[in-house]
């Protein structure tokens, strides 16, 4: 634009792209503009010089806002080829008056954007679909290389223009993007204005970085600006910027940042792929970061004891060359790299499309070679932010707590919860441990559902994540204790009328220190008991309840006439349930059989805050034990009563023979070995005659069916447990021989099955057609 207007000169970029960052590199050294006008946080001009102390890219500008009703957090990532940060660091070199001019992520245009320079081509899908299948490529980062990064420089600007102008063509824009680009485009103007009023004779130069979706729209409301203008000479000031709602807390930090966080094949709404590659490409060109990438590839796989040979590498090479070639690209291309070594390292048939052909985080079952190839393309960069970087409350808070509590920074802690000092640390401890800082590992103390145990063991580890995740933790609040409430208030609003998800956080609470909490997940849990229809999810509560209740002096908590109330909805509750269960052969549920393990507790160790009695119980459970309940409610309902009622006659020996077919056998005994293990292994020696005797007399096919199920049942006992055991049932057959020889094999258990299908099923050939005198018909080694 030129006449009585100002230069204005439009750059659209990709985010994170190295061709837009030499793009806008070289038109700012070539134009030294007056103006560098760039998208990003408007909020963060009067900050521009703690964005410039000095940091280790990659960095970001973590967003966020909190009021009653609203949790927004949001990243800007900048890394060196960012465009956005060449356009800053190159407009400070050159003297320019640098401006961010997009509104605030916190403001209502960002309500759905975790990451502000995320791509954008869900917005124009159809154009980007027409421009792949026209140019015979698998998607947009293929493209985008095939068109931008390999070409030509000197015709990169046209390229991109005409790009930009083709996929924002005549759609309309969202809600969101007409907001950002009408508060951008008032920056844009007041600039304009205001250096066609400084220019004298010859107008000032303005640089614009945006978006390239946003760039057609910017042009277009600049053109109808100058318009107008004509008539109605403007002295438009600078636009306000969006104040922080008063309503709410928040604000704009900056966070170290890693190039994991960035790869679009593992973030989230992330950028470019592969940001690895792009910095080689950034720093040394398309022919060094294609030599560079492989090298560091064949490193990846020969440190992880995958070998390459020589051959495979050269192979590798000369299928790079030839595919760039082939592809019209004057160097090599980041898919063509890929393409090279897939086709000359992997080996195996894949069962599923190369991921750099699509988006989206690795597949389990991904190929090991294809999984490295990634990984070294992602790279492993952190940022580091300089050490004048300003912090957010709930950052120094931590470090005053830890250092207060004596928590040191790497090692064993151990704590004794019984005195004031052990439990005002374990409860830092815990609050970390809920907003999910690295570093912060419990290895024992209190559980649910053990005994009381004062002593708790922490195993605290350095971390390069410790930073950023407090950093982005001070969103939650100022402080440890505050931060962790937001933290337990978002799960509690996330759990709903999920009992077992409340009663995790109410555990937490209690941890954490945070009574008034605990009693809000009280207040909600009452009501919801007496609709709940989640047997698990209502045993996890009465679990969690019960150990509370039974335990825990230290956390104020033992005999509370609160949770004895709730302990008691819920015993009933869940006898209601139970009642209602129907069904015949089904895998043992585990959360089930540790619902009824809650209500056998509660039955031994707090019979007093129940209206029900103990005889009612054990009633209830003798009805569970019917043949039209599920096999594991069956055992479990038979352990129950003899764990309950040991004087009652039922003959547990006699209802394990009952359930003796191979399909339910397994599941039962999990039922009945988790109500009564331990009464079973000290007083019924006739049960473990009786199960030798079952699994003796199955049939091989009969054995392979019921041996999955029969692990899961013995899983049950502890290898001490599991070692008596086999004790008793060498001494049953006369055997001379260790326990651990029925306890350990040379083979995987699950390949063993395997194995014994495949020769069950040779024998049946083998029978069927005559060639076998005397089939396995029985027996098992």
């Given at each position: 634009?030129?006449?009585?207007?100002?230069?204005?000169?439009?750059?659209?970029?990709?985010?994170?792209?190295?061709?837009?960052?030499?793009?806008?590199?070289?038109?700012?050294?070539?134009?030294?503009?007056?103006?560098?006008?760039?998208?990003?946080?408007?909020?963060?001009?009067?900050?521009?010089?703690?964005?410039?102390?000095?940091?280790?890219?990659?960095?970001?500008?973590?967003?966020?806002?909190?009021?009653?009703?609203?949790?927004?957090?949001?990243?800007?990532?900048?890394?060196?080829?960012?465009?956005?940060?060449?356009?800053?660091?190159?407009?400070?070199?050159?003297?320019?008056?640098?401006?961010?001019?997009?509104?605030?992520?916190?403001?209502?245009?960002?309500?759905?954007?975790?990451?502000?320079?995320?791509?954008?081509?869900?917005?124009?899908?159809?154009?980007?679909?027409?421009?792949?299948?026209?140019?015979?490529?698998?998607?947009?980062?293929?493209?985008?290389?095939?068109?931008?990064?390999?070409?030509?420089?000197?015709?990169?600007?046209?390229?991109?223009?005409?790009?930009?102008?083709?996929?924002?063509?005549?759609?309309e824009a969202g809600a969101g993007d007409v907001?950002?680009?009408?508060?951008?485009?008032?920056?844009?103007?007041?600039?304009?204005?205001?250096?066609?009023?400084?220019?004298?004779?010859?107008?000032?130069?303005?640089?614009?970085?945006?978006?390239?979706?946003?760039?057609?729209?910017?042009?277009?409301?600049?053109?109808?600006?100058?318009?107008?203008?004509?008539?109605?000479?403007?002295?438009?000031?600078?636009?306000?910027?969006?104040?922080?709602?008063?309503?709410?807390?928040?604000?704009?930090?900056?966070?170290?940042?890693?190039?994991?966080?960035?790869?679009?094949?593992?973030?989230?709404?992330?950028?470019?792929?592969?940001?690895?590659?792009?910095?080689?490409?950034?720093?040394?060109?398309?022919?060094?970061?294609?030599?560079?990438?492989?090298?560091?590839?064949?490193?990846?796989?020969?440190?992880?004891?995958?070998?390459?040979?020589?051959?495979?590498?050269?192979?590798?090479?000369?299928?790079?060359?030839?595919?760039?070639?082939?592809?019209?690209?004057?160097?090599?291309?980041?898919?063509?790299?890929?393409?090279?070594?897939?086709?000359?390292?992997?080996?195996?048939?894949?069962?599923?499309?190369?991921?750099?052909?699509?988006?989206?985080?690795?597949?389990?079952?991904?190929?090991?070679?294809v999984v490295e190839m990634v990984a070294a393309?992602?790279?492993?960069?952190?940022?580091?932010?300089?050490?004048?970087?300003?912090?957010?409350?709930?950052?120094?808070?931590?470090?005053?707590?830890?250092?207060?509590?004596?928590?040191?920074?790497?090692?064993?802690?151990?704590?004794?919860?019984?005195?004031?000092?052990?439990?005002?640390?374990?409860?830092?401890?815990?609050?970390?441990?809920?907003?999910?800082?690295?570093?912060?590992?419990?290895?024992?103390?209190?559980?649910?559902?053990?005994?009381?145990?004062?002593?708790?063991?922490?195993?605290?580890?350095?971390?390069?994540?410790?930073?950023?995740?407090?950093?982005?933790?001070?969103?939650?609040?100022?402080?440890?204790?505050?931060?962790?409430?937001?933290?337990?208030?978002?799960?509690?609003?996330?759990?709903?009328?999920?009992?077992?998800?409340?009663?995790?956080?109410?555990?937490?609470?209690?941890?954490?220190?945070?009574?008034?909490?605990?009693?809000?997940?009280?207040?909600?849990?009452?009501?919801?008991?007496?609709?709940?229809?989640?047997?698990?999810?209502?045993?996890?509560?009465?679990?969690?309840?019960?150990?509370?209740?039974?335990?825990?002096?230290?956390?104020?908590?033992?005999?509370?006439?609160?949770?004895?109330?709730?302990?008691?909805?819920?015993?009933?509750?869940?006898?209601?349930?139970?009642?209602?269960?129907?069904?015949?052969?089904?895998?043992?549920?585990?959360?089930?059989?540790?619902?009824?393990?809650?209500?056998?507790?509660?039955?031994?160790?707090?019979?007093?805050?129940?209206?029900?009695?103990?005889?009612?119980?054990?009633?209830?459970?003798?009805?569970?034990?019917?043949?039209?309940?599920?096999?594991?409610?069956?055992?479990?309902?038979?352990?129950?009563?003899?764990?309950?009622?040991?004087?009652?006659?039922?003959?547990?020996?006699?209802?394990?023979?009952?359930?003796?077919?191979?399909?339910?056998?397994?599941?039962?005994?999990?039922?009945?070995?988790?109500?009564?293990?331990?009464?079973?292994?000290?007083?019924?020696?006739?049960?473990?005659?009786?199960?030798?005797?079952?699994?003796?007399?199955?049939?091989?096919?009969?054995?392979?069916?019921?041996?999955?199920?029969?692990?899961?049942?013995?899983?049950?006992?502890?290898?001490?447990?599991?070692?008596?055991?086999?004790?008793?049932?060498?001494?049953?057959?006369?055997?001379?021989?260790?326990?651990?020889?029925?306890?350990?094999?040379?083979?995987?258990?699950?390949?063993?099955?395997?194995?014994?299908?495949?020769?069950?099923?040779?024998?049946?050939?083998?029978?069927?057609?005559?060639?076998?005198?005397?089939?396995l018909g029985s027996g098992h080694d």
């Amino acid at each position: 634009m030129t006449g009585d207007a100002a230069r204005v000169t439009f750059i659209g970029v990709r985010h994170h792209s190295p061709a837009c960052a030499r793009l806008v590199r070289d038109t700012v050294r070539a134009l030294r503009p007056a103006y560098v006008l760039i998208e990003g946080p408007v909020d963060m001009n009067d900050r521009l010089d703690e964005l410039l102390l000095g940091h280790q890219l990659p960095i970001a500008v973590f967003s966020s806002y909190r009021d009653r009703t609203t949790r927004h957090v949001s990243w800007a990532p900048l890394c060196d080829y960012s465009p956005e940060w060449v356009a800053l660091t190159e407009g400070r070199s050159a003297g320019s008056v640098v401006r961010f001019i997009d509104l605030p992520a916190w403001h209502s245009a960002f309500a759905d954007t975790e990451n502000r320079y995320a791509d954008a081509e869900r917005r124009y899908d159809h154009a980007v679909t027409r421009l792949c299948r026209e140019f015979a490529v698998d998607n947009i980062d293929t493209l985008w290389d095939h068109l931008v990064e390999i070409g030509d420089d000197a015709t990169l600007a046209e390229r991109l223009a005409a790009y930009f102008d083709l996929v924002r063509g005549d759609d309309e824009a969202g809600a969101g993007d007409v907001q950002r680009e009408e508060y951008m485009a008032r920056w844009i103007h007041a600039a304009v204005d205001a250096a066609n009023r400084a220019a004298g004779t010859r107008p000032a130069p303005i640089v614009v970085v945006t978006g390239g979706f946003h760039r057609p729209a910017l042009v277009r409301r600049l053109d109808e600006h100058l318009l107008s203008a004509r008539t109605a000479p403007s002295d438009s000031p600078w636009p306000h910027v969006p104040p922080f709602p008063g309503d709410g807390v928040g604000g704009s930090y900056l966070v170290p940042y890693s190039f994991r966080r960035l790869d679009a094949f593992d973030g989230y709404q992330s950028g470019m792929p592969s940001p690895e590659y792009y910095q080689r490409l950034w720093e040394g060109g398309p022919e060094q970061a294609a030599e560079g990438i492989t090298r560091a590839v064949v490193r990846r796989l020969r440190e992880r004891g995958q070998p390459v040979s020589t051959a495979a590498l050269i192979g590798a090479r000369t299928l790079t060359g030839g595919l760039s070639r082939l592809r019209g690209h004057r160097s090599p291309s980041r898919t063509d790299v890929l393409d090279g070594l897939a086709g000359a390292l992997v080996t195996e048939a894949l069962d599923r499309p190369l991921p750099w052909t699509g988006r989206g985080q690795l597949r389990p079952g991904t190929d090991p070679v294809v999984v490295e190839m990634v990984a070294a393309l992602s790279g492993s960069r952190t940022g580091r932010l300089h050490r004048d970087t300003p912090h957010p409350p709930l950052v120094h808070d931590a470090d005053s707590e830890l250092a207060r509590h004596g928590i040191p920074e790497r090692g064993e802690h151990e704590l004794d919860l019984a005195t004031d000092s052990g439990l005002a640390a374990s409860r830092v401890l815990h609050r970390l441990r809920v907003l999910d800082i690295p570093g912060y590992r419990r290895t024992s103390g209190p559980l649910v559902g053990r005994p009381p145990d004062p002593r708790e063991v922490w195993r605290v580890t350095a971390s390069p994540l410790r930073l950023p995740m407090l950093i982005e933790a001070g969103s939650l609040g100022a402080t440890c204790a505050e931060a962790a409430a937001t933290r337990l208030g978002e799960r509690f609003d996330a759990a709903g009328s999920d009992t077992g998800g409340l009663a995790e956080v109410l555990f937490d609470a209690t941890l954490c220190g945070l009574a008034e909490l605990g009693d809000t997940v009280v207040d909600r849990i009452r009501g919801l008991i007496e609709s709940a229809s989640d047997t698990a999810g209502l045993g996890q509560l009465l679990a969690v309840t019960l150990s509370l209740w039974r335990h825990d002096r230290i956390f104020g908590t033992a005999h509370s006439p609160t949770l004895a109330a709730l302990i008691d909805a819920a015993v009933l509750r869940l006898l209601w349930l139970i009642e209602a269960i129907r069904g015949g052969p089904a895998p043992a549920d585990d959360r089930m059989l540790h619902a009824l393990i809650a209500i056998r507790d509660t039955a031994q160790h707090a019979p007093t805050v129940l209206s029900v009695d103990r005889a009612d119980i054990v009633g209830v459970f003798r009805r569970g034990a019917a043949p039209d309940r599920p096999p594991a409610l069956r055992g479990a309902a038979v352990g129950l009563v003899a764990a309950l009622a040991p004087d009652d006659t039922l003959d547990v020996a006699r209802a394990v023979r009952l359930a003796g077919q191979p399909e339910v056998l397994g599941d039962f005994l999990a039922g009945l070995f988790a109500l009564a293990r331990e009464q079973l292994l000290d007083t019924d020696a006739p049960l473990l005659a009786v199960l030798d005797e079952l699994v003796d007399r199955f049939a091989s096919p009969d054995f392979l069916t019921a041996l999955p199920a029969l692990r899961l049942a013995f899983a049950w006992f502890p290898p001490r447990e599991r070692a008596r055991i086999a004790t008793r049932l060498l001494a049953a057959r006369g055997a001379d021989a260790a326990p651990a020889t029925l306890l350990r094999l040379d083979a995987d258990a699950g390949l063993l099955a395997r194995a014994r299908a495949l020769e069950a099923r040779v024998d049946e050939l083998l029978t069927e057609h005559a060639l076998l005198a005397n089939p396995l018909g029985s027996g098992h080694d």
